[in-house]
């Protein structure tokens, strides 16, 4: 298995190389440059060439490109246009608040969406059944971007129950920075946990329904099997395999960052920094942005093939 996983990773080097040239290319269709519009409108257009030349922006293409690589090869990614700042300074800000947001993000969601799971697979076309699958149809039909703003203006702007901006609060620290922190990330959090559970739910629902008519489940009741335990010990591990095919993919995903939750909510993370950086034409972000979600993206499909093997052995990613 660790010989497979090592050459999982190599090969991730020649795509992401592949993903690397695409990703620098289209930065450069892109009209404009990190100086259009970003300077007052009385700078000389001389002094405004001079900061082009300064930042490289005149050389050649293949040559701009062989420059970046073998920076980034070393750590270095080039300097925000915008912020005056290492990218890697930028995006490691950004990528701690988008860290904590996913992490409470997916225990929410798995919170929500197990036990509803369970319990329509267990109890299948009972009123518990049918209400469950009236959720999944509400939550299936309303757009993310639609829960998200209905719950900011409920929630946040009518009650006044969560702050509508931010990570955390200004001056705060100890224990009360992590409430802080927690107090922010709830209702997006939460926003996103409950318009994302439909999958789970549905997939959790029907693999327990497939797996209480499987032969292993029949001998198991036939033995005299406690019915907790046939479920505990059989038919849920078994369910859990669609999941787990997809764990690996909704965790980078996240961890990636959100654009629309980060967007919406005003949440300083790195989805809400790729937007600001697209905008700002911040060529030096973007790629790095970009790269990092291939690179998350390879790694999502490796860790969802180990979690598969976790939870079946008998599983063996190739």
């Known amino acids: 298995m660790w ?22 290319a289209l930065a450069k269709f892109m009209p404009g440059d990190p100086f259009s519009g970003m300077i007052n409108p009385n700078t000389p257009s001389q002094r405004i060439e001079e900061l082009r030349e300064k930042a490289g922006l005149n050389d050649p293409v293949p040559q701009q490109y062989v420059r970046w690589l073998k920076n980034a090869a070393h750590g270095d990614f080039g300097k925000s246009y915008t912020m005056k700042m290492p990218v890697a300074k930028v995006i490691g800000e950004r990528a701690k608040n988008t860290f904590w947001l996913s992490l409470l993000s997916l225990i929410l969601m798995y919170a929500i969406a197990i036990p509803l799971g369970i319990k329509a697979g267990r109890s299948a076309g009972s009123k518990a059944d049918q209400a469950i699958n009236l959720y999944n149809f509400l939550t299936l039909s309303i757009p993310g971007f639609v829960m998200y703003l209905v719950t900011l203006l409920i929630f946040g702007y009518r009650l006044k129950w969560f702050p509508t901006g931010g990570s955390v609060a200004v001056g705060v620290q100890g224990a009360s920075y992590v409430l802080s922190r927690l107090y922010h990330m709830l209702l997006p959090a939460l926003s996103y946990a409950l318009i994302a559970t439909t999958g789970t739910v ?117």
């Open 202 to 318: 549905q997939y959790l629902r029907n693999e327990i329904i497939d797996a209480k008519t499987q032969d292993y489940v029949r001998t198991a009741r036939a033995k005299g099997v406690p019915t907790k335990k046939v479920y505990t010990h059989h038919i849920f591990r078994n369910s859990l395999l669609p999941i787990a095919a997809f764990l690996g993919f909704q965790i980078t995903g996240l961890l990636g960052g959100s654009v629309m939750i980060e967007t919406v909510f005003a949440y300083p993370g790195m989805g809400k920094l790729f937007i600001e950086s697209i905008t700002s034409r911040d060529y030096s972000v973007i790629t790095t942005l970009v790269l990092l979600y291939g690179l998350l993206t390879l790694m999502g499909s490796l860790l969802s093939d180990i979690i598969m093997t976790i939870v079946d052995p008998r599983i063996r990613i190739d």
């Open 3 to 24: 010989k497979t996983i090592l050459r999982r990773v190599l090969l991730m080097i020649p795509q992401l190389f592949i993903l690397s040239i695409f990703v620098f």
